[in-house]
């Protein structure tokens, strides 16, 4: 048996590598054209079948391509055979891997009944079940040993046996249900491993086995996650876009081409769900997914492998030019979301996410393999993980041939929404002793796992997060923590407005958490700007409250021949009646020193309120500084100083700490500090943040600890509004900013009796 199995593998090979090369043929010319529009969008396709039994749609031609035929094909295999015979990255990986499943085969096999949430041994076994047999099928392709073939089969026996007989997961969780695991989400995850790894295998079994497999396990899978999950298979949403995946990877493998239609046009084909409408939904036109750089990079797996199987299936649809390249830009963008490798952690994030994640990984290799960008291979370098797939070859190879080059990040307003009118995220770099970015949260909610803070910053400078964002509340798949899940400080205090760098009215949070309403409103983005020297973007809100508009402009700016740098930040109210303003700044970093009394409290701390977050602030302070400008310094673990330096138009200062009404030890105990104005229907909140000097404990010394920031002034004349920062050399930077919107008019503005003229945006004057 075992011969005749390899013998028809080979044949299958032999036959299959014929039929990619022309099917590869016609993928050229597709592949090397990313950016010209698609000739349709999942609005208007509609699902003409032809008179064949096969229910093939006719607006494509599907393509005959032999097993495997998903994100690896036949072709694939026998070109990475090649290249696991010479030493190199791509025979590193593959040897590293086969070591490792070749201890994983010498072990008995555990399908257990499912009984836990995330994190609990049977979620984790179930989950590791199905890394191991995508490893066991991948390098059965590329030894043809059939004793990881037979892992595979025999695993997937078990689950055959299991599935069909499973009620409900016992700990589901909310509507979108499993069966092997507590939400369907992760049995869609399931899926998707455990097709690829069929694919690998399927020609190494006997008829038997794959009925078996086939009829117990695969098809039920499938169709508990389509058509007995309606609600979410259909739906547009992250979870919908796993569930697609699976149900479309897994019709490729066994030939239900119409189970490839439901995925791509929802269950009744009418291309109002689906995988088409998730494309066209979920993502920006320039890439930008709306649940946030945390989610677009989970989300982006299952868009990345299916395009990739949809490519190889069916090319003529040209899948990775549908919206103008939307999947590629995609996957860009999910690199420029991040700074020093990690995700940008706003809505519900991890913190610790980064480049390095796997669904960045396939999303990279496969990105390079059809457009063989350079820069893509310095971020494949920095994942440092070679995939045994054939877009990993091409990376292997390529690094291997010093192909790579600087990844150029970039300064770049991403566009929230289908149609890019729902708000931005603005990211604005540069370098100044080291790499900066400042960036403005103008984007819209991002669904169930969006925080309610809109116009928010954050800074990093040298490595560092400074002005932080506190991600998520969860200790993902620690059981023992809430069972994995998020925690209920998720809801009181993490996505609660004062958890993050913005305005806060009456103590209340944006929307008054209500979701449909945060939703359905979105800031919109004024104006971005971009130069060399000067980062700005403005953007305004007046949903968040029932009667506060709001707006916020942000600059990163350098000076001084590029040795020094500033954030400003400028936030103006109004309203009609008079409340309560708060204004928060989190900071990561030991306070140095205040240009204030600081009122520390001592002795019996307590809460600084009673709801909407407030309940878990320790109030550490409260001072209501004197003077003109109030400043206060930190310092920061990458070694450098930075003072926040505000105008003082009578806000009072408190000094926060993360922690009270915390019983259980679930939140990190971060720093901030709020100012404070009470009975005001108009108010202005001016600042500047600045980095400065070093501190190197190791060679004992310090340089520049002081702020160089001697006074700030502000003034608004008609659209102009401008910020003085007067220096302690007596030089000054001078930020003018022309808020007509339509730029009809030269600008102009009078500081200290001379005029200053000037007919762009913004300009800023240095004076000496």
Known sequence: MLKRNQLITSLWLAISTALVVGCNSEQSSTNTTTNTAANTTGNDIKPVTDS????????????????PKLVVTAQDVLAMREGIATQGL???AFLQQKAEIDKV????????????????????????????????????????????ADFVRDMLLQYADLYPSLPLHPKRKSANEGRLFWQGLNEAVWLVHTAQAYDFVKLALNEQDQKHIETNALRPVALFLSEQSPHTFNKVHNHGTWATAAVGLTGYVLGEQDWVEKALLDLDKSGKGGF???????????????????YQ???????????????????????FEY???????????????????????????????????IELVNGVAIAYGLTAEAGLLDIAQQQNQILLTGDGFKVAQALEAGKAQAYQFKSIAYGDGKNADEGAFVIMRQNVAGEQAAILKATAQGLGHGHFDKLTWQFYDKGAEVVTDYGA?????????????????????????????????????????????????????????????VKLASAQI???????????????????????????????????????????????GHVINSNFDLGTTTNGLSALGKANGYQHLWKKSHAQPKGSMTQLTWLNDNGRFYTHSSVNNGESVMLTQIGANDPLFNLRNENGFIFRVKGKKQHNFVSVLEPHGEYNPSKEYTLDSYSAVQNIEHSQQGNIEFVVVTLVDNSQIILAINHDIALTEPAQFSYRDKTYQFNSRFQLFERI
């Open 52 to 67: 064949s039994s096969s229910g093939v749609s006719s607006l494509v031609k599907q393509v005959e391509v032999a097993h």
């Open 90 to 92: 791509f025979r590193t």
């Open 105 to 148: 085969i010498s072990q008995p096999i555990d399908v257990p009944m499912p009984k836990d949430a995330g994190g609990g041994y049977t979620h984790e076994r179930h989950k590791k079940n199905y890394a191991q047999m995508y490893q066991a099928g991948i390098i059965y392709q590329l030894t043809q040993q059939q004793k990881y």
């Open 276 to 294: 088409l409408r998730q494309m066209d939904e979920l993502f920006s036109p320039e890439g930008y997914y709306n649940e946030g750089p945390y």
């Open 297 to 319: 990079r989970y989300a982006l797996m299952p868009f990345v492998i299916f395009a990739k199987a949809i490519d190889v299936n069916e090319p003529n649809r040209k899948i």
């Open 323 to 357: 919206r103008n390249g939307v999947l590629l830009k995609a996957i860009k963008a999910t690199v420029e979301l991040s700074y020093n490798g990690l995700f940008y952690p706003i809505n519900d994030a991890i913190k610790s996410k980064g480049i390095d994640t």
């Open 473 to 533: 509340a969860r200790f993902l798949n620690v059981e023992s923590k809430y069972g994995g899940r998020y925690l209920p400080e998720n809801e009181t205090y993490a996505k609660q407005t004062v958890a993050h760098n913005t305005l806060v009215v009456d103590e209340t949070s944006h929307f008054n958490m209500n979701l449909d309403v945060a939703n359905a409103n979105h800031p919109e983005l004024l104006f971005f700007e971009n130069t060399p020297q």
């Open 542 to 588: 007046a949903t968040a409250y029932d009667d506060v508009v709001f707006k916020r402009t942000l600059a990163l700016v350098n000076f001084n021949n590029n040795s020094q740098s500033l954030v400003f930040d400028l936030l103006n109210v109004k309203s009609d009646s008079a409340h309560q303003y708060d204004l928060p700044v989190h900071y990561q």
